[in-house]
């Protein structure tokens, strides 16, 4: 990075405003970034990976902060980093056995200095051609990994899974009803349900409701004791729902549920779909990475039969957040779904076809997300991510067994590294009291993050997901000595 230079034309200098640093001060803030990440991902696995966090001392300390005088630059850096060493779950911690949240890739670091600093509006493609090609390239890359024709697929970088799966039931409505985008939903005359399991993701139930079809059009079907959608209940609901005259629409299925990791029946549930006419939705936004290893595949095998995904890249690839992307194999869906005009919205002249990206997306102006994607996987490659998705896939092997030969019960089953868990030494184990307090001890002691959720029917389980990268197997082993400790110590 030449910090040094001045940009040719004669910058001035001072910046009245402080907004352009004097060069020297420049370099010394940039570097000092840089070398607080550096030092940051080095370290971090000294620290607690969850700290005891004083909230009372974070306000009193943003309470000073009136922004009545200008604060030195090194000085206000140094106030952000060490608020959140001191004040954050530490994902990139190689004991973080998390909610999917994984350590940041080098490139994908890199990528977003130079999205900050090159500042690209992905609101139009005339004004940042190269992104948007780029994001293009990408979208028909990860489909034709996931099984797409690439030549007719179509997709869109998010924030992240919940927005990717809120622009699954927004593709979904205009699918299944075409004039939803004039008339509204009130000018259907029936009420449009969908259908997703009991174990899938929150966030289908919060687009239901924020699109104005409400909480009640969400069908939630029972799961058999691998925590898999029962494909008879599903189909059971959609026959109820079009007998009551409703208008099921959607069937949204999870390669990798959030708590257990669990993979849908993909094949059964699409030829449901088939059958109905409904439009199938795979949130794949963690699991989805099996598409990408060989061995694995077969675990989501059926996903190529979907009408759209939701793939997180901020996930198993480890990019930094926030990096969804939303997958369709209909190339005209999304541009149907959301393509309104303004007299402002800038054109391109250049003759060629092009994704606008506005006309693909909720978002208007929007950041290059695809960028941190593209810079990982120009340096790993395929080949150098599916070499870590293995690895992270036998570490979860691994826990599963040296979980069960240490006296925890496994709840749930699946190929993916995620492993829920009670103390089966115990007759109270499986009981909520029992689990949390683990969960509290693990996360209490600093050496650890685990959390506590329930599958099933409202089971209190254990979790632990093999999640950064950096994990090997002497961490596994220090958590089982830790989870023994713990549960000691509960008496
Ligand atoms: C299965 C699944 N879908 C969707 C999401 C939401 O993704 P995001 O957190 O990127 O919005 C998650 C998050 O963990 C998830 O596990």
């Known amino acids: 990075m030449s910090i040094d230079r001045e940009p040719p034309g004669g910058m001035p200098t001072a910046d009245p405003g402080r907004l352009r640093l004097p060069t020297e001060e420049r370099r010394r803030l940039w570097e000092g970034a840089v070398d607080a990440v550096g030092r940051y991902l080095q370290d971090v696995d000294a620290d607690a990976v969850a700290p005891l966090v004083d909230v009372a001392a974070i306000r009193e300390a943003l309470a000073r902060q009136t922004f009545e005088r200008p604060v030195e630059p090194l000085a206000a850096l140094s106030m952000a980093v060490e608020g959140l060493r001191r004040g954050?779950?530490?994902?990139?911690?190689?004991?973080?056995?998390?909610?999917?949240?994984?350590?940041?890739?080098d490139a994908g670091i890199a990528a977003d200095l130079v999205v900050a600093g090159f500042n690209p509006q992905l609101a139009a493609w005339s004004h940042n051609p190269f992104a948007v090609e780029v994001e293009d390239h990408l979208v028909r890359s990860f489909a034709?990994?996931?099984?797409?024709?690439?030549?007719?697929?179509?997709?869109?970088?998010?924030?992240?899974?919940?927005?990717?799966?809120?622009?699954?039931?927004?593709?979904?409505?205009?699918s299944g009803f075409p004039d939803v985008g004039r008339a509204g939903l009130r000018g259907l005359g029936r009420q449009p349900t969908l259908y997703v399991s009991r174990e899938g993701h929150h966030s289908v139930h919060k687009a239901a409701r924020v699109t104005g079809l409400g909480a009640?059009?969400?069908?939630?079907?029972?799961?058999?004791?691998?925590?898999r959608m029962e494909v008879g209940h599903l189909e059971e609901r959609i026959a109820a729902d079009r007998a009551a005259g409703l208008a099921p629409f959607l069937v949204v299925a999870t390669a990798g549920t959030t708590s257990a990791g669990a993979i849908d029946p993909l094949v059964e549930i699409a030829s449901v779909a088939r059958r109905e006419g409904v439009f199938l939705h795979v949130d794949a936004a963690w699991g989805g990475a099996a598409a990408l290893v060989e061995e694995l595949r077969p675990a989501v095998s059926g996903i190529a039969q979907a009408d759209s995904i939701t793939f997180d890249a901020h996930k198993w690839l480890s990019v930094p957040m926030g990096a969804g992307l939303f997958l369709t194999r209909h190339r005209d869906l999304l541009h149907r779904t959301f393509s309104t005009h303004a007299a402002y919205m800038p054109r391109h002249e250049s003759g060629v076809s092009v994704t606008e990206p506005h006309s693909h997306s909720l978002q208007w102006s929007r950041r290059f997300i695809g960028l941190k994607?593209?810079?990982?996987?120009?340096?790993?490659?395929?080949?150098?991510?599916?070499?870590?998705?293995?690895?992270?896939?036998?570490?979860g092997r691994d826990l599963r067994e040296k979980l069960a030969a240490a006296g925890w019960r496994i709840v749930n089953d699946t190929p993916l590294p995620v492993v829920c868990f009670v103390d089966a030494t115990r007759a109270d184990g499986a009981s909520a009291e029992v689990v949390e307090a683990v969960a509290r001890g693990v996360v209490g002691s600093g050496e650890a993050w685990i959390s506590a959720t329930r599958v099933g029917d409202g089971q209190p389980v254990l979790r632990a997901c093999v999640t950064s990268?950096?994990?090997?197997?002497?961490?596994?082993?220090?958590l089982i000595a830790l989870l023994d400790r713990v549960r000691r110590s509960l008496g």
Do not use: C, K, M
Request: no cysteine.
């Open 373 to 395: 994607v593209f810079l990982s996987l120009l340096i790993a490659g395929w080949e150098g991510y599916g070499a870590v998705i293995r690895r992270q896939t036998a570490l």
């Open 469 to 478: 990268f950096r994990t090997r197997t002497e961490d596994l082993d220090r």
């Open 144 to 174: 034709a990994r996931f099984g797409f024709d690439a030549s007719s697929a179509d997709g869109t970088f998010a924030s992240g899974g919940a927005e990717a799966n809120h622009t699954a039931v927004l593709a979904a409505l205009e």
């Open 216 to 227: 009640e059009a969400v069908r939630e079907v029972r799961v058999d004791p691998a925590l």
């Open 88 to 105: 954050q779950v530490h994902t990139a911690h190689r004991r973080y056995f998390g909610l999917f949240n994984p350590t940041p890739t």
